[in-house]
């Protein structure tokens, strides 16, 4: 699992580095303030998002947990989570780390980012590290604010408790 | 558990961010550091302090596990801990992430974090993921610095372990 | 284990301060990234790479984990990680936090931040909360990027599991 190096990519500016960073904590707090439709608000309507194991991303196996290829699917997702999924209820919490931006590709900037997300039981509260891993996101910044146009996220563990309800 | 997303809302410049991430991360180190009092120095005189759980917070009820109305009683709380309090003895590291100003009232700025607290015991160095949970500030900047009218620490698990020394 | 407050001291412009977060996420990246030789190169050639327990520090114990006193002790050191040492195969994904100029000395910024690393078995995804503490780090602004001129590692629990393999 490699990705480029910093070097010689001309940094964004202070206002669009805040943006982008912005952009990845609003998606963090629409989720864990359970607010989740107002994350896939978030990602372009041909937009893609993604949650792929680091151990088929580095051997280039293509099977995905999660492959929403545009906004919709992703709309439809939270909806069925909603109405449709049975499972003990349970809140996230996110921390991202190291928000950088290696690159720029066809008006987007190439973002990297590390994130972990506690599980919190309603019930009981039992919290648990649920999972680690890497944000990897094309980021746009339109007149109407930055959005993602895809948000690949490589989770490191294989071992994923129970079942991904709420999205990474 | 809802708060207004940030749209709409006039981003502070660079600097003013800047002070006020630094603030928080000043709270955050000098907890860690074992300078509890050099917090509550962040705090306004006339400042608020409280810990709420998410639980109690999403239903209205009042019942806080800290609830400050002053520095003084935070100063006073500290005290306690540093005199009175019998307890095993232990550190805190805290993480922050997600520092994201949503709005302007009354002259200070609304602030939302993410938080996570790992606590260290010092005897057998035993480490455990003790609090998560989001804090809800409202900050003042003022000619002496940034400071804390208001800083609410909503957290997530109702399951405390032992108990609550050293504030979060 | 205290370190002077900000109180007092100038803050470095935004474009510095940048410099320097994306300095400590790029160490972080290039480790978790399996990159780790490139994390070395982000140490100046006589700097200075060590890892000690907040017990020791605290109490003006010399013993280090780890003590490299220039650039290829460290580079060495990583060499023997990928051709000498046996272990089971695993992943480190860092969380940085709170990162904070404190001070200038002798050309240098004088950082703090918090750390958490997370640590991912290869075999089985076993996830677990490895080290936790904080960089205390002299940062040099120079042509060609920002470098740590010296990389303290105060780790917070004794209890190491296993060993230590990888750098922190």
């Given at each position: 699992m490699?990705?480029?190096?910093?070097?010689?990519?001309?940094?964004?500016?202070?206002?669009?580095?805040?943006?982008?960073?912005?952009?990845?904590?609003e998606w963090?707090?629409?989720?864990?303030?359970?607010?989740?439709?107002?994350?896939?608000?978030?990602?372009?309507?041909d937009?893609?998002?993604?949650?792929?194991?680091?151990?088929?991303?580095?051997?280039?196996?293509?099977?995905?947990?999660i492959?929403c290829?545009?906004a919709?699917q992703?709309?439809?997702?939270?909806?069925?989570?909603r109405?449709?999924n049975?499972?003990?209820?349970?809140?996230?919490?996110?921390?991202?780390?190291?928000?950088?931006?290696?690159?720029?590709?066809?008006?987007a900037?190439?973002?990297?980012a590390?994130?972990?997300?506690?599980?919190?039981?309603?019930?009981d509260?039992?919290?648990?590290?649920?999972?680690?891993?890497?944000?990897?996101?094309?980021?746009?910044?339109?007149?109407?604010g930055a959005?993602?146009?895809?948000?690949?996220?490589?989770?490191?563990s294989?071992?994923i408790?129970?079942?991904?309800?709420i999205?990474?």
């Amino acid at each position: 699992m490699s990705s480029p190096p910093t070097t010689g990519v001309p940094a964004p500016d202070g206002a669009a580095l805040r943006a982008i960073e912005n952009l990845l904590h609003e998606w963090a707090r629409a989720i864990d303030e359970d607010r989740v439709e107002a994350a896939a608000a978030l990602l372009t309507e041909d937009g893609e998002y993604k949650v792929v194991s680091r151990f088929n991303s580095d051997r280039g196996l293509p099977l995905a947990l999660i492959h929403c290829r545009t906004a919709a699917q992703l709309r439809d997702r939270i909806a069925s989570m909603r109405v449709a999924n049975i499972y003990e209820k349970h809140f996230y919490r996110h921390l991202i780390s190291g928000v950088q931006v290696i690159g720029e590709m066809d008006g987007a900037y190439e973002v990297r980012a590390n994130y972990a997300v506690i599980r919190i039981m309603e019930h009981d509260g039992a919290m648990a590290l649920f999972s680690t891993g890497q944000y990897r996101d094309s980021v746009v910044l339109e007149a109407a604010g930055a959005r993602f146009r895809r948000r690949h996220v490589l989770y490191d563990s294989r071992a994923i408790d129970t079942c991904l309800v709420i999205p990474l």
